[in-house]
Nanobody, 119 residues
Framework: QVQLVESGGGLVQAGGSLRLSCAASGRTFNSYIMAWFRQAPGKEREFVASITWTGGRTNYADSVKGRFTISRDNAKNTVSLQMNSLKPEDTALYYC????????????WGQGTQVTVSS
C-alpha cells in the first residue's frame, strides 16, 4: 500500500521561505510522477509542481515558476518543494500525490500540510 506523508508546513511572513517534504513508501516509483497540489479555503485544489521519479523532469504552475523548486531524493524516497518569496496567496493546504506515467489521474494522496503566509 502506497503511503505519502507530508511535513514542513508552518507559518511564515511574506517574502520568507519554507521547505516541504513528502516521504513515499509502499512500492518502487520508477515509472511514476510525484507532484504537489494545494487547496486554499473556498477554492478548488490546484496543481503546483511535478517531477518524474526517473529523469527528474519538472513542471510548474505559472503562479509558482521562479519561486518554487521541486526535487526528489531517490535513495530516501522523498520529494521536496522549496518555496521562496512566499506570498499570502500561497496560503493553502499542500498535498503530495503520485501517479503512474501512463495514468491520467493521481492515484495516491497524502494528508496534507498547512502553509500559512502572513502579510
Amino acid at each position: 500500500q502506497v503511503q505519502l506523508v507530508e511535513s514542513g508546513g508552518g507559518l511564515v511572513q511574506a517574502g520568507g521561505s519554507l521547505r516541504l517534504s513528502c516521504a513515499a513508501s509502499g512500492r518502487t516509483f520508477n515509472s511514476y510522477i510525484m507532484a504537489w497540489f494545494r487547496q486554499a479555503p473556498g477554492k478548488e485544489r490546484e496543481f503546483v509542481a511535478s517531477i518524474t521519479w526517473t529523469g527528474g523532469r519538472t513542471n510548474y504552475a505559472d503562479s509558482v515558476k521562479g519561486r518554487f523548486t521541486i526535487s526528489r531524493d531517490n535513495a530516501k524516497n522523498t520529494v521536496s518543494l522549496q518555496m521562496n518569496s512566499l506570498k499570502p496567496e500561497d496560503t493553502a493546504l499542500y498535498y503530495c500525490a503520485v501517479r503512474r506515467l501512463v495514468a491520467n489521474k493521481y492515484d495516491y494522496w497524502g494528508q496534507g500540510t498547512q502553509v500559512t503566509v502572513s502579510s
